[in-house]
Structure formats: structure tokens, C-alpha cells
């Protein structure tokens, strides 16, 4: 048993193989320790749990489960934005405009998902709302909450493309989903003078936002594919562009965490 | 004190074979990127296997995942071309803060064209297509009106390509860094919309009444983007 190989060869089908370890430190700590004991038996053991850990926790969810999680979003945006409407504070003209084509979007995603679901005789999740202790009296903090949950999106989106490669209808939907969610993020972000896609010092914001640009992998990562996209493409390029230029998951546990969206659910 | 130090030796000594392996699949070999500079010349240098470049001058995307990655190089060296040269030659009507995005917008695209050359040489070294040369001479780089236009095409048709693509990649990893460019094309996409017409990020012309984006087959999008690159591309056997 080659514990380096094996890394390797997961390596190659899961680029953040090293990255689910709590941290490459700690398993070289581990590795290290392990062959100091020189207890070679004992390596079977612990790779054994070194996986677990790292892939243990997450066992592959149903496709069910996967669009009910994407469901419970868009449930929740749906609501924000339902709210923010009642609210009565977005300006009147573009503002309003862009909040209504954007409810549109998530109340058509809420009906495509739901059907979705019951054709593949699943039950689709109903009533999950937007806490309205959590809702913002202001408008300013309610851009601020739409962008969190705009950028939460996209990245829970991405983290659940891998869990949808057996059905590739399926994953194309979820797919054309994912670039409206990024379109109405590079929007709403607009509208509060950012930069349409997420610079390096988002990960560094303060809550709520910081917590949607963190997690596992980070907004400001500029290693993809174990390639340093700063320092091994041939030509130099600034850490904000590489993180900027490529988009980051979230994992659901992340995602529902009570730190991000998890946190906005009503009940 | 002497332990930790003995620890952390021991350490780095061990972590080496585990580096060593990523590391050592060529890399650095193959990542010598052009600069954003001369991408307007991106220069044809695929002389040695003819099966990607045929008699007739035709590029081979091909097939199965690599086809996928060629496909996405191709369209990413497009679009990086374009922006050197909006960035080289910013059109005199654009802002201060809309040349600084675009210079971003440069970087980004550059940033995937040099990602995808690297990733393909070292995962499926011999197969990468060679440097496309794009044609802009529909292009009026020195009037906003004229480059926006272009930009919304491009980013519009990528991230369609990528939705589109998506399905015929086996490998998650893959999925996952494509869906990771993706939405990155589709925030420049809704940028250069509004820049356009405030409010057009996702209207009716690219949002279905699912509220979906659209998805184009690779066949397609080859065909949408032909006009602009001399060389002839073949996606007829892309992820297939």
C-alpha cells in the first residue's frame, strides 16, 4: 500500500485532495509521525481513517438531495427579495428593475426545481423563508445581504456540479442556474460599486460578507489544479487577478452553516 | 527545542515525495505562455503531429475530455486576444474605472488561455492545439460602443459554451474548474451588459422564462465564433 500513490492518483480526478486534509501541515505531521513509530502495521489503520476524515463526512448526497438543497436557496432568495420589494426602500427605476428581474429568475427557479423534483417522485422542501429578524431596515444593508446570497449561490452551485454528473440534463440546468446566480451577483454588486467578480480582499471583509468568501477553499485561492496561477503560467499575474479570475465551491455543510445562508433561514 | 526543530526536519524531509509527483508531471516545461502583448499574433507552432492540424489547415479540437479542454483553450485565447488589444488600444471614450476593469477583464482571460495551455500539456502532453490567430477586423477597438458589442458576443457565447460543455467532461475535477471559469465569464458577461444598457445583465435575450441561461453544443458555438479565427475548427467529435 502506497499512500503516496494513491494521493496522487486521487490527485488527478480531485484536485483538492490535499485540501481536505484539516491541512497539508498536519498530515505531513501525521505521515511523519507514523513512519518515526516505525508501526508500518498500523498504516493501513490510519490511512484508513485519514480518508474518512477527509471525504467521510460527506457522503455522496441523491440527486434529490441535491436539488432540494439548491431548492432551499432559492426559497430563501425568493423570500429576501420578496421582502426587500415590501420593504418599499429600493429606488425607483433601475434599482427596482433589477430586483424585480432578479425575483423573476429565482421564483422560476423555485417552480423549475419543485417540478423537477416531484417528476423524479421526490418531495420538494416548501416554507423555508428568509429570517425576518436577519432582514435589513436599510436599503445599503440590504444590498449587502442580496450580494451574500448571490455569491453564496453561485459557489454552492459549483460545489454540487460534481453530484449531478450521473444525470446530464440535470447538470446542465443546474449549470444554466449557476450563470444566473453569477449574473445577478455581478449586478447587485454593481450596484454597491464593487467589481463585478470577487476580488482577493472580499475573504477578508468583515460578517456578513467575509464568511461567504471563506470556508474550505477561499475566495482568494490562486492555486487551481495544484498550478500557482501567480507564479507558474510562464507570465506573472497579481494574486488578486488569479483569485479574481477563477471562482471558488462551497461545500453544503459550508453553505449551511449558520455563519452564511444557513444562518437566514427562518425557524 | 531541539525536538521541534528535529520534528519540522523530519517533516519537510517526508512531504517531499508527496510534492514531488505534482510537481514533478513537467509543468514547468510546458507553461511558457505568450504574453498578453504579442496574443494578436498568437503564433501557430504545432508542426509535428498531424493529426490535430489536418493537410488542409483544419484545427482538431478532439475528443473526449482533452477535446473539452482544447474546445475551452480555444475559445479562452479568443477572448484573451481580444482584451490585449482593448487593453494595448483602449478606445478613447471609456472611462477611467472602465479601463481599470478592463485591464482586469485582460488578466482574467489571459489567466484561463495560460491555465488551460498548462493543464493540457501536462495531463495529455502531445494533444494541445496550437496558438489560434484571431481576426478583429469587424472590431472598431477605438470606440466603446464598438468593443462592448464585441465583448457582450464573446462573453455571452462563452459562458453558453461552458453550460453547454459541461455534460461531457468525465472528469470531476474538470467540472469543477470549468464551472469555476464559468461564472467568472458570466459576472463579465453581466458587466459588460450594463455597461451596455443599465439593467440588461440577464434579460430576455439570454435568460429563458425558466429563468435559465442558455446552453450551446460545442458544434455551435464553434460555428458563432468561426468569423473570428483563421484557422478552421473541427468540435464535431468534442467530449464524444
Given at each position: ?24 501541515r498536519?498530515?505531513f505531521k501525521?505521515?511523519g509521525n507514523?513512519?518515526k ?231 | 527545542m531541539s525536538n521541534i526543530k528535529q520534528n519540522a526536519s523530519e517533516e519537510a524531509e ?227
Amino acid at each position: 500500500m502506497n499512500i503516496l500513490r494513491i494521493i496522487e492518483q486521487l490527485s488527478e480526478v480531485d484536485a483538492d485532495v490535499l485540501g481536505r486534509f484539516d491541512s497539508r501541515r498536519a498530515v505531513f505531521k501525521s505521515l511523519g509521525n507514523t513512519a518515526k513509530m516505525g508501526a508500518l502495521a498500523a498504516a493501513p489503520v490510519f490511512v484508513s481513517s485519514l480518508f474518512s476524515k477527509a471525504y467521510g463526512q460527506t457522503t455522496t448526497p441523491s440527486v434529490i438531495e441535491v436539488l432540494n438543497y439548491a431548492l432551499t436557496l432559492e426559497l430563501l432568495e425568493e423570500d429576501f427579495y420578496k421582502k426587500m420589494t415590501a420593504a418599499g426602500k429600493v429606488p425607483a427605476g433601475a434599482a427596482a428593475g433589477a430586483i424585480a428581474t432578479i425575483l423573476k429568475h429565482e421564483t422560476a427557479h423555485v417552480k423549475l426545481l419543485s417540478d423537477t423534483i416531484k417528476a423524479l417522485s421526490g418531495t420538494p422542501v416548501t416554507n423555508k423563508k428568509f429570517k425576518a429578524s436577519a432582514f435589513p431596515a436599510d436599503y445599503p444593508t440590504q444590498l449587502v445581504v442580496a450580494q451574500a446570497l448571490e455569491d453564496t449561490g453561485v459557489r454552492a452551485y459549483k460545489g454540487q456540479a460534481g453530484n449531478l454528473m450521473s444525470n446530464s440534463a440535470l447538470l446542465q440546468v443546474a449549470l444554466q442556474i449557476h450563470s444566473v446566480e453569477a449574473r445577478h451577483a455581478a449586478h447587485i454588486r454593481g450596484m454597491r460599486q464593487q467589481p463585478a467578480w470577487i476580488p482577493a480582499s472580499d475573504s477578508a471583509l468583515p460578517a456578513p460578507l467575509g464568511p461567504v468568501y471563506t470556508g474550505g477553499i477561499r475566495e482568494d485561492n490562486v492555486i487551481q489544479s495544484n498550478v500557482n496561477i501567480t507564479s507558474q503560467l510562464g507570465t506573472p499575474y497579481s494574486a488578486n487577478d488569479a483569485a479574481a479570475s477563477f471562482d471558488e465551491i462551497l461545500t453544503m455543510a459550508e453553505v449551511l452553516d449558520a455563519s452564511r445562508a444557513g444562518g437566514l433561514v427562518q425557524g | 527545542m531541539s525536538n521541534i526543530k528535529q520534528n519540522a526536519s523530519e517533516e519537510a524531509e517526508f512531504a517531499k515525495p508527496l510534492y514531488t509527483p505534482i510537481k514533478r508531471r513537467s509543468f514547468f516545461m510546458y507553461a511558457g505562455a505568450t504574453a498578453g502583448a504579442t496574443a494578436l499574433l498568437l503564433s501557430g507552432c504545432d508542426d509535428d503531429d498531424n493529426e490535430i492540424v489536418t493537410p488542409d489547415g483544419t484545427v482538431n479540437l478532439g475528443s473526449g475530455d482533452v477535446g473539452v479542454l482544447n474546445y475551452a483553450y480555444a475559445l479562452e485565447q479568443l477572448e484573451a486576444a481580444f482584451y490585449a488589444q482593448v487593453k494595448a488600444t483602449p478606445a478613447a471614450d471609456f472611462s477611467t474605472l472602465e479601463k481599470d476593469y478592463f485591464n482586469q477583464v485582460a488578466a482574467h482571460e489571459a489567466i484561463h488561455r495560460d491555465f488551460f495551455k498548462a493543464a493540457i500539456n501536462r495531463d495529455a502532453p502531445g494533444q494541445i492545439i496550437p496558438g489560434l490567430t484571431p481576426i478583429f477586423t469587424s472590431v472598431d477597438f477605438t470606440k466603446r460602443a464598438s468593443v462592448l458589442a464585441t465583448a457582450k458576443t464573446f462573453e455571452d457565447l462563452g459562458v453558453a459554451a461552458y453550460n453547454g460543455a459541461g455534460k461531457y467532461l468525465k472528469t470531476p475535477a474538470y467540472l469543477v474548474i470549468a464551472g469555476q471559469i464559468v461564472s467568472v465569464e458570466a459576472r463579465h458577461a453581466a458587466y459588460v451588459r450594463d455597461l451596455i444598457s443599465n439593467g440588461s445583465f440577464a434579460n430576455e435575450e439570454v435568460i429563458d422564462a425558466n429563468g435559465l441561461d442558455k446552453a450551446m453544443e460545442p458544434v455551435d458555438v464553434v460555428t458563432a465564433a468561426q468569423s473570428f479565427i483563421k484557422e478552421k475548427l473541427d468540435a464535431s467529435k468534442v467530449g464524444k
